[in-house]
């Protein structure tokens, strides 16, 4: 009985992350932000249904990250001539006229770590959803979330805008299918940063199991 009790407070226990301060907290239901009671910062947001949320929010992503990727995200067209840009090829650019360390940064950053993750994060929760848990679930969930930082498309969105507001004066600037989709994209990853709930997965892969 003593251990099934443990179990239970063991299961609602949370640390804040501001000071440390460990504390109990009740079942939750519906839309509700749970505060620390020594600083007041927010130590979980609870949602129902919020692992089928951010599931689908990740597949989304995906989706309209390949498409973001199948298309030229702009078209300059000076002379006749038409000139297509798009993810890949800003990488191609800059190892061409010798930059490819910042060729690596933008092909890691717009390409490969946004890919990853995405993939990633879908991987966590079709592992929760068939309940085949392994010693790697949790400390890659952990990588996931500490290297999420990487994923730069939203500067990188911002630079592609300001470069076609520059050709702007002298080149036609034909915005693409991509374009819209890649600025989807960036939303979509926004909202499922937002989101997403570390504790709900960390209690998916880590189930309690309380002992008679």
């Not at 251990?3 to 226990?13: P, R, V």
Request: glycine fraction near 4%.
């Amino acid at each position: 009985m003593h251990e099934k009790k443990a179990s239970i407070a063991l299961e609602n226990l949370r640390i804040c992350h501001n000071c440390d301060l460990a504390q109990s907290i009740p079942t939750l239901a519906g839309r509700v932000v749970v505060r620390c009671r020594r600083c007041h910062s927010v130590i979980e947001k609870h949602q129902d249904n919020a692992l089928e949320r951010s599931f689908i929010l990740a597949v989304t992503g995906l989706i309209f990250f390949i498409i973001s990727n199948l298309y030229p995200l702009i078209s300059i067209k000076k002379a006749g001539l038409t000139v297509d840009a798009t993810l890949l090829s800003s990488s191609i650019e800059l190892y061409r006229i010798d930059r490819p360390l910042l060729a690596l940064l933008v092909l890691l950053t717009t390409i490969i770590v946004p890919l990853f993750s995405l993939m990633g994060i879908i991987y966590i929760f079709v592992i929760i959803k068939l309940k085949h848990y392994s010693n790697f679930t949790a400390p890659f969930f952990r990588f996931l979330r500490r290297n999420e930082i990487w994923g730069m498309l939203e500067v990188f969105l911002l630079a592609l805008f300001v470069a076609g507001v520059k050709l702007a004066d002298s080149a036609d600037v034909i915005l693409g299918i991509s374009l819209y989709s890649f600025l989807a994209l960036v939303l979509v990853l926004a909202w499922l940063s937002a989101t997403i709930e570390p504790n709900k997965i960390w209690e998916a892969t880590h189930p309690v199991k309380a002992e008679n």
